[in-house]
């Protein structure tokens, strides 16, 4: 694969850590703001919904302009917007700051992501767009457990400014290596009407929305379950990376083997278990010790690797069943995702407050059993002729 898809994977990396980069800091975050943790929370809820409304309308919007303009454009901006959420003072502009940016990832991702697919030839293209979305999951294991560590060496709000260092980073790369490329316009729906791709879209919505009522507030929980807090999150974290590139893996092998109706209902099982194994720790009591961290630290693997081993098998029967309107029934996909991560995280933030974190998991756990019962009922109708 020529260094070109691999540049364009930067894009993805940049907003991907964007929208969790103070993630293990929202303790300290909501003291200086005077708000609580469930509302600090929120200015990763409020990223990826805007994200989530603003996909398919934007994806159709720049479909008629120059890619690699459009990723400049998305670059310089949110440079320019994380170092005003660095300088500005108060929750309710940070949280506007915040609105504008997931907007502005939601623009990135499909020019990325169209940039890949004309830059390589056909028969490399899902390699391509896989590369490209694995941005992504780099961003897991390295950018957000990354912003834990600056986070707790030079305060929470240097993370906006680490933030801001990976967007010019990959602005630099793309303006360098990365020539014009000019895609035709996405047709509008076309396809996507009775293709039985609903089904696809609420499964993925629910898959995030299952692990993100967690991870959205690892931080707090990590605090009760173990006593880490700041950079002890981090090595946490980078096991969400892990466990990523191993749910990546099975489901795209299950995909390829015609599997993907009983992995999918695994991938749903396996999150209801990770919630269920961060219930158990936070129910024990007693000073933490190896079980604790070893209980903790399955927990967290198995809810990334089940995730992310759902992921494949959703876009490849979507790619199935709608192949002329490939483009945006993908990016309908991710505004699905996008929509079940800003569910994950209110839903968690409210319950958190009010109930807890123990009230945090077991909703977490019946969310992902109500998805897995969904997609044995659903899955039939999404495999492919």
């Not at 943790?37 to 990223?47: C, H, K, N, S």
């Not at 709000?157 to 630099?172: D, E, K, M, Q, V």
């Not at 089904?199 to 995030?208: C, D």
Request: glycine residues 14%.
């Amino acid at each position: 694969m020529n260094i070109q898809i691999f540049v364009l994977a930067l894009s993805t990396f940049a907003f991907g850590s964007g929208a969790f980069i103070f993630a293990g800091l929202l303790e300290p975050m909501a003291d200086e703001l005077g708000v609580s943790v469930g509302a600090a929370g929120q200015l990763q809820t409020v990223y990826v919904l805007t994200s989530a409304l603003a996909g398919p309308p934007l994806a159709f919007l720049v479909g008629r302009f120059e890619r690699k303009r459009v990723l400049t454009v998305a670059l310089s901006v949110a440079v320019i917007l994380n170092l005003a959420c660095l300088m500005t003072p108060g929750y309710g502009t940070l949280m506007v700051l915040r609105a504008v940016l997931g907007a502005i990832g939601a623009m990135a991702g499909p020019a990325a992501s169209a940039a890949a697919s004309a830059l390589v030839p056909p028969e490399r293209r899902g390699s391509a767009l896989a590369i490209v979305m694995g941005g992504m999951t780099v961003a897991f294991l390295m950018g957000i457990p990354l912003g834990s560590v600056v986070g707790a060496a030079f305060g929470w709000r240097a993370t906006f400014l680490l933030s801001a260092g990976l967007s010019a980073f990959a602005l630099a790369a793309i303006l360098i290596f990365v020539p014009r490329v000019t895609p035709p316009a996405p047709g509008v729906g076309q396809g996507l009407r009775g293709a039985g791709v609903l089904p696809l879209f609420l499964s993925t919505f629910l898959a995030f929305g299952a692990n993100m009522t967690i991870t959205t507030y690892i931080a707090p929980i990590l605090r009760l379950q173990v006593e880490v807090t700041g950079a002890g999150v981090a090595a946490f974290q980078m096991l969400v990376g892990v466990g990523s590139f191993l749910g990546l893996a099975l489901g795209g092998r299950a995909a390829d083997r015609g599997a993907g109706g009983l992995s999918v209902t695994l991938g749903f099982l396996g999150l209801a278990a990770a919630a269920a194994l961060h219930g158990l720790e936070l129910a024990r009591t007693g000073e933490p010790g190896a079980l604790a961290y070893g209980i903790v630290g399955l927990a967290v693997l198995t809810g990334s690797t089940s995730l992310f081993s759902v992921m494949p098998v959703i876009q490849t029967r979507l790619i199935a069943k709608a192949p002329a309107s490939a483009p945006l029934a993908l990016a309908f996909n991710g505004s699905s995702a996008a929509l079940g991560q800003a569910f994950g995280g209110a839903l968690g933030g409210i319950l958190l407050t009010r109930g807890g974190a123990l009230s945090v998991t077991f909703a977490a756990g019946l969310v992902a059993v109500a998805a897995a019962a969904f997609w044995q009922v659903a899955h039939r109708r999404t495999a492919p002729v």
